[in-house]
């Protein structure tokens, strides 16, 4: 649960999502649920000449098990919050 809070606070902002079969999309996070499944809105693929039939595609529902990664701006990134609310998690409170 501890990602599923983060990401709903940075609804809103521009991500990058790489998926496990190498494409990766950018685009404005508009949704997030438990299961890390991501909505996108005003996407665009970074490589558009090895994925040109994704050109057209500016909305995207992501399932959260073919996520890779997630690259979050770096001003929407608070370190001190990660930190503490990994440490509570870690100690189970």
């Known amino acids: 649960m501890l990602f599923?809070?983060?990401?709903?606070?940075l609804m809103g902002l521009q991500v990058t999502v790489e998926l496990?079969?190498?494409?990766?999309?950018q685009g404005t996070l508009h949704s997030v649920d438990q299961?890390?499944?991501?909505?996108l809105e005003n996407t665009r693929v970074i490589n558009e000449d090895?994925?040109?039939?994704?050109?057209?595609?500016k909305n995207c529902f992501i399932r959260?098990?073919?996520?890779?990664?997630?690259?979050?701006p770096a001003d929407g990134v608070d370190t001190d919050i990660l930190h503490d609310a990994t440490?509570?998690?870690a100690r189970g409170t």
Do not use: A, W
């Not at 090895?50 to 595609?57: D, E, G, T, W």
């Open 87 to 89: 440490r509570r998690e």
């Open 64 to 72: 959260g098990s073919v996520v890779r990664y997630v690259q979050l």
């Open 20 to 25: 496990k079969n190498d494409l990766c999309i």
């Open 4 to 9: 599923y809070s983060y990401f709903k606070t």
């Open 50 to 57: 090895r994925y040109p039939h994704m050109k057209s595609v």
């Open 35 to 39: 299961y890390l499944n991501i909505k």
